[in-house]
């Protein structure tokens, strides 16, 4: 196990009821607050009114900046620092999904600088974050982490370049988790929410090159099963709370550092690959990420012939005598089942592979995580087909 050092800092208020304490939380961080939401969901779950009462009830100032994207974008990402800024805010709190969140991260590092080019540079790391305003989130959707973690992905509106920055300076102070807001969640986007999550703790699992790693690889299968039970039951009835309970705390354990610290040699390929499909064709990224993964495990599989057997056997309960192609034909069944693409032209009418693989090449210039060589990345964006 290679040494590392992890400081979690995001503290947890779970369940029931909790959305109502969000003013008590603020008010512990300032009396200003910039208020970011997305197209419209806090107001239909009753979110946006829970958080407003809590606001008034503890002498909360606050300005709203809605209308956050999925894939959030750089240029309203800027609107809001710059709003924030002219507020004087003293945090952020951010109501919805890993989009708002990310670009709630996003506002809180260009509330100190002067530009949507100034605030571009840390994504494309040409600067570094030096300072933020703190942020709650109040998480709305499961699936990112980014409630409990340091990263924020941003979509550039021009370029669509879709990069990332992460600091511990952007990992919220308190997440606010009530599983009651997820119950109706399309099916649609439940599915696109855990794909994502097995997808976090999937990578490491398939790239990974320590001999012995039994906590990292339990940690990851045990919470892989998790998560496909609980979709497998919400598919049945998609008002299970206690699905969707599970749903939740996975969603927000497994991309937060916990379960793949320590692990050497663990990449990330599915999301260098997948960041190129949802940020070009504005895909969600669960859906790109049912697509790049059984491409990636056909590229790989001769390489990891053991670890897919060990996946086969435990998360779908495969058993005598399988390949390595069974085991990620049964993957793509399942997502199939559940209602997420499996190929590129499910999700896009037109997909150039040489821009896929330009872009890709790119981001993996940047955040060097792929283990993937330029021609490989090619030939699994072929594989998408
Ligand atoms: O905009 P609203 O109206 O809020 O609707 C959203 C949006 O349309 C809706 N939604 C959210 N909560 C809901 C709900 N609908 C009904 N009931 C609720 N309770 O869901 C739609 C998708 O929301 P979004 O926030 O885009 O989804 P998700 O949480 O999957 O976030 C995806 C973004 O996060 C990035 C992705 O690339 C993508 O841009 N990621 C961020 C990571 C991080 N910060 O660590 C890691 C991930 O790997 C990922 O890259
Ligand atoms: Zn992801």
Same mark, same amino acid.
Request: proline content about 4%; some cysteine; charged content about 20%.
């Given at each position: 196990?290679?040494?590392?050092?992890?400081?979690?800092?995001?503290?947890?208020?779970? *369940?029931?009821?909790?959305?109502?304490?969000?003013?008590?939380? $603020? $008010?512990?961080?300032?009396?200003?607050?910039?208020? =970011?939401? #997305?197209?419209? %969901?806090?107001? +239909?779950?009753?979110?946006?009114? $829970?958080?407003?009462?809590?606001?008034?009830?503890?002498?909360?100032?606050?300005?709203?900046?809605?209308?956050? %994207?999925? &894939?959030?974008?750089?240029?309203?990402?800027?609107?809001?620092?710059?709003?924030?800024?002219?507020?004087?805010?003293?945090?952020?709190?951010?109501?919805?999904? @890993?989009?708002?969140?990310?670009?709630?991260?996003?506002?809180?590092?260009?509330?100190?600088?002067?530009?949507?080019?100034?605030?571009?540079?840390?994504?494309?790391?040409?600067? !570094?974050?030096?300072?933020? /305003?703190?942020?709650?989130?109040?998480?709305?959707?499961?699936?990112? %982490?980014?409630?409990?973690?340091?990263?924020?992905?941003?979509?550039?509106?021009?370029?669509?370049?879709?990069?990332?920055? +992460?600091?511990?300076? /952007?990992?919220?102070?308190?997440?606010? /988790?009530?599983?009651?807001?997820?119950?109706?969640?399309?099916?649609?986007?439940?599915?696109?929410?855990?794909?994502?999550?097995?997808?976090?703790?999937?990578?490491?699992?398939?790239?990974?090159?320590?001999?012995?790693?039994?906590?990292?690889?339990?940690?990851?299968?045990?919470?892989?099963?998790?998560?496909?039970?609980?979709?497998?039951?919400?598919?049945?009835?998609?008002?299970?709370?206690?699905?969707?309970?599970?749903?939740?705390?996975?969603?927000?354990?497994?991309? &937060? *550092?916990?379960?793949?610290?320590?692990?050497?040699?663990?990449?990330?390929?599915?999301?260098?690959?997948?960041?190129?499909? !949802?940020?070009?064709?504005?895909?969600?990224? @669960?859906?790109?990420?049912?697509?790049?993964?059984?491409?990636?495990?056909? =590229?790989?599989?001769?390489?990891?012939?053991?670890?897919?057997?060990?996946?086969?056997?435990?998360?779908? *309960?495969?058993?005598? !005598?399988?390949?390595?192609?069974?085991?990620?034909?049964? =993957?793509?069944?399942?997502?199939?089942?559940?209602?997420?693409?499996?190929?590129? #032209?499910?999700?896009?009418?037109?997909?150039?592979?040489?821009?896929?693989?330009?872009? $890709?090449?790119?981001?993996?210039?940047?955040?060097?995580? !792929?283990?993937?060589?330029?021609?490989?990345?090619?030939?699994?964006?072929?594989?998408?087909?």
């Amino acid at each position: 196990m290679k040494n590392f050092s992890l400081h979690l800092q995001t503290r947890i208020e779970f *369940g029931q009821g909790t959305i109502a304490r969000t003013g008590e939380e $603020a $008010a512990k961080l300032g009396k200003r607050v910039l208020l =970011l939401y #997305g197209k419209g %969901s806090i107001h +239909r779950n009753g979110v946006y009114d $829970a958080i407003v009462k809590s606001f008034q009830e503890n002498q909360i100032e606050w300005v709203e900046h809605g209308g956050v %994207s999925p &894939n959030p974008r750089l240029f309203h990402t800027w609107e809001g620092a710059k709003l924030a800024q002219e507020f004087n805010a003293d945090l952020i709190v951010a109501a919805g999904g @890993g989009s708002v969140a990310d670009e709630a991260k996003g506002i809180a590092a260009g509330f100190y600088t002067g530009g949507a080019d100034e605030l571009w540079d840390f994504f494309t790391r040409k600067a !570094s974050v030096k300072q933020a /305003l703190p942020i709650i989130s109040v998480m709305t959707m499961p699936a990112t %982490s980014s409630e409990m973690n340091e990263a924020s992905v941003i979509t550039h509106d021009e370029t669509k370049e879709k990069f990332s920055v +992460r600091t511990s300076l /952007l990992a919220p102070k308190v997440a606010v /988790l009530d599983p009651n807001v997820t119950v109706d969640i399309p099916m649609k986007q439940t599915a696109f929410a855990c794909t994502d999550i097995i997808s976090h703790l999937s990578e490491g699992f398939f790239t990974h090159t320590d001999p012995f790693a039994p906590v990292q690889e339990g940690f990851s299968l045990t919470m892989i099963t998790a998560v496909r039970q609980a979709m497998d039951r919400l598919m049945k009835n998609p008002k299970d709370l206690d699905a969707r309970s599970a749903v939740m705390w996975a969603a927000s354990l497994g991309w &937060n *550092g916990l379960g793949a610290a320590g692990w050497e040699g663990a990449r990330i390929p599915c999301h260098t690959l997948e960041h190129p499909v !949802s940020g070009l064709y504005d895909v969600a990224h @669960g859906a790109g990420l049912s697509i790049v993964t059984p491409a990636y495990l056909k =590229l790989r599989k001769a390489q990891i012939t053991d670890r897919l057997r060990t996946f086969g056997k435990q998360i779908f *309960g495969m058993e005598g !005598s399988f390949s390595s192609d069974d085991v990620i034909g049964v =993957l793509e069944s399942w997502y199939q089942t559940i209602g997420t693409p499996i190929r590129l #032209g499910e999700a896009v009418d037109s997909y150039d592979i040489s821009l896929l693989t330009e872009e $890709a090449v790119k981001l993996n210039g940047i955040w060097n995580a !792929s283990g993937l060589s330029d021609e490989e990345i090619e030939q699994t964006y072929r594989l998408m087909e």
